[in-house]
């Protein structure tokens, strides 16, 4: 059903908004039975491009405002002053449709934590089913991995010299070789990664749940819809207001509202619906329908550092996006074999450590990644991408400590909302990097990545005293686009919603996203937030 259909005022029995990682499977699974009418809001428009299938195009999808919201933080009072460009999926599928596709389930340790502070139902134990649910990995564990499920997730295997290399240096190192990180016990060493892709072609949420549903008679999805606030009867939520065109619509929920719009999306939505702060709110000329203080606060994001280098053999992105014979070469490759650089858009190996004697966890990253450049979008040649084989290895915390918070500046639903990560503010983080920055130059001393090493680009070898380390640490940082906790799950007063994903003190109204977790899932996020959704259809469907 298409938005021309929907009459003035229509109602449903679901009303999602948003249709990222976890919208998208909520259409699904609570549209399946048949018996439920459900309207789905997206504010961007279709994922109808080969941009968004091929995992290398990612580098054309970070600049192309069609695709993404391209947002700004406030400046980082530990950053010298520096803002930071954030930019986010706004297309069917949200983030997993331009994310670096990563598959990543996350360290089990995390969630048994946000079952120790009272999120009852969300260890990994409790997880397990819906990561095994969401998942096709045929050749895993299948008391573990899950098989023929909707998302894709592929083996990087023997991918070339310059993966091979780091590798073998990171055990030279110290951490060793394992078979499958997701299996539940082997979070810690070092491995090939695993994508979210099928036969090299993107395993999107919507192309995996929302696609197969389009065709239901009993789905809505309405795009271009910016969604502009939660309509509320007393304490009830009972539709949404959104604008389609230049006019205002309204969509009434029999049964709940749903909030699928992001980390950075879902808190603005709840504030401009007078959930927050009252204190914030009044100061923003918004109308308080509910007190809720912790509504944008919790505000967590995975950052990196990195080192670069130039290679001494032509086997990285950087030389295939300056010559059109290896252009052809590998365009080659992936239409035949469905192999090659065209079908990964990031990391290709990673080892997660133990950053001193004294850690009780992996809580360190270092990534390889095959291409190097003046800052992390720096994808092609005209976006400052080095004019030589060049490799990156990006140095990341999984459990960063600095916490910041976002709010909306106006009642104006077009206006972006403030945002402040307070990147660094914990000197601990500061001090981890620190860290991770002399292993990751250890292990590129190694012998096997030594010899592939022409010299380290950035920061450099002249930078090596801790001053100085520090300042290059400040002024090179920046997101890994892992934002999360806005409307954190809780039983204490700072919570936005309970381990049934309901907004505190309210009826009628769910938050399904990444801004529930209490912490960062450590690392990425994209699978995390599959598996919260279809946890989260369940407890939906129980409650039906």
Request: proline fraction near 5%; hydrophobic fraction near 40%; include cysteine.
């Given at each position: 059903m298409s938005s021309p259909?929907?009459?003035?005022?229509?109602?449903?029995?679901?009303?999602?908004?948003?249709?990222?990682?976890?919208?998208?499977?909520?259409?699904?699974?609570?549209?399946?039975?048949?018996?439920?009418?459900?309207?789905?809001?997206?504010?961007?428009?279709?994922?109808?491009?080969?941009?968004?299938?091929?995992?290398?195009?990612?580098?054309?999808?970070?600049?192309?405002?069609?695709?993404?919201?391209?947002?700004?933080?406030?400046?980082?009072?530990?950053q010298k002053g520096q803002a930071q460009r954030w930019v986010q999926g706004k297309v069917l599928g949200g983030s997993s449709s331009i994310n670096g596709n990563l598959y990543v389930r996350g360290d089990p340790i995390e969630y048994d934590s946000w079952a120790a502070q009272g999120c009852i139902g969300w260890s990994y134990e409790d997880l397990l089913p819906y990561f095994m649910r969401l998942e096709d990995f045929p050749s895993g564990n299948e008391r573990v991995r899950g098989r023929g499920g909707p998302i894709g997730c592929t083996q990087l295997r023997d991918f070339d010299p310059l993966s091979d290399a780091f590798l073998r240096a990171c055990e030279e190192a110290g951490s060793p070789r394992v078979a499958d990180y997701n299996d539940g016990r082997s979070y810690e060493g070092t491995f090939y990664s695993q994508y979210s892709t099928r036969r090299g072609l993107r395993s999107s949420a919507a192309v995996a749940y929302l696609r197969p549903a389009m065709k239901r008679a009993n789905l809505a999805v309405v795009t271009r819809a910016l969604a502009t606030r939660v309509l509320f009867d007393g304490l009830r939520a009972c539709g949404v207001e959104y604008l389609v065109g230049g006019q205002t619509r309204r969509s009434l929920a029999r049964k709940e509202v749903i909030l699928s719009a992001g980390t950075l999306h879902t808190p603005k939505l709840l504030e401009l619906?007078?959930?927050?702060?009252?204190?914030?709110?009044?100061?923003?000329?918004?109308?308080?329908?509910?007190?809720?203080?912790?509504?944008?606060?919790?505000?967590?994001?995975?950052?990196?550092?990195?080192?670069?280098?130039?290679?001494?053999?032509?086997?990285?992105?950087?030389?295939?996006?300056?010559?059109?014979?290896?252009?052809?070469?590998?365009?080659?490759?992936?239409?035949?074999?469905?192999?090659?650089?065209?079908?990964?858009?990031?990391?290709?190996?990673?080892?997660?450590?133990?950053?001193?004697?004294?850690?009780?966890?992996?809580?360190?990253?270092?990534?390889?990644?095959?291409?190097?450049?003046?800052?992390?979008?720096?994808?092609?040649?005209?976006?400052?991408?080095?004019?030589?084989?060049?490799?990156?290895?990006?140095?990341?915390?999984?459990?960063?400590?600095?916490?910041?918070?976002?709010?909306?500046?106006?009642a104006d639903p077009r206006e972006q909302a403030a945002m402040d990560p307070r990147y660094l503010s914990a000197e601990e983080d500061l001090r981890m990097y620190e860290k991770g920055i002399r292993i990751a130059r250890h292990v590129a001393s190694r012998p096997a990545l030594r010899q592939l090493i022409v010299r380290e680009?950035?920061?450099?070898?002249?930078?090596?005293?801790?001053?100085?380390?520090?300042?290059?640490?400040?002024?090179?940082?920046?997101?890994?686009?892992?934002?999360?906790?806005?409307?954190?799950?809780?039983?204490?007063?700072?919570?936005?919603?309970?381990?049934?994903?309901?907004?505190?003190?309210?009826?009628?109204?769910?938050?399904?996203?990444?801004?529930?977790?209490p912490t960062i899932p450590s690392s990425n996020t994209n699978i995390p937030t599959i598996a919260a959704a279809e946890k989260a259809a369940d407890m939906i469907s129980e409650a039906d």
């Open positions: 259909e929907i009459s003035a005022d229509a109602s449903f029995e679901y009303v999602i908004v948003g249709a990222g990682s976890a919208g998208c499977v909520l259409a699904n699974r609570l549209s399946e039975n048949g018996r439920n009418s459900v309207l789905l809001l997206e504010a961007g428009g279709s994922d109808a491009s080969v941009s968004l299938r091929i995992p290398i195009l990612v580098a054309k999808i970070l600049q192309d405002e069609r695709f993404t919201w391209q947002l700004t933080t406030e400046p980082q009072t530990s619906s007078g959930v927050g702060n009252a204190d914030i709110l009044r100061e923003r000329g918004i109308a308080v329908t509910h007190h809720l203080p912790g509504v944008g606060e919790n505000l967590r994001d995975h950052t990196a550092t990195r080192l670069t280098f130039e290679c001494n053999r032509p086997v990285t992105i950087n030389d295939i996006a300056r010559s059109p014979w290896l252009k052809l070469r590998e365009g080659i490759r992936f239409l035949v074999r469905r192999e090659g650089l065209l079908t990964i858009s990031s990391s290709t190996a990673q080892t997660n450590l133990r950053a001193s004697p004294e850690s009780n966890r992996a809580d360190l990253l270092l990534r390889l990644q095959p291409f190097s450049g003046r800052d992390r979008y720096a994808r092609t040649p005209k976006l400052g991408m080095d004019m030589f084989p060049g490799f990156t290895m990006s140095i990341g915390i999984l459990n960063p400590r600095s916490v910041g918070w976002l709010h909306v500046r106006s680009t950035r920061p450099g070898p002249s930078i090596e005293s801790e001053a100085e380390i520090i300042d290059y640490i400040k002024s090179s940082v920046s997101t890994s686009w892992h934002m999360v906790g806005t409307c954190r799950m809780g039983n204490d007063r700072m919570a936005v919603v309970d381990p049934q994903l309901r907004v505190h003190g309210l009826t009628g109204l769910r938050v399904v996203d990444a801004s529930i977790f």
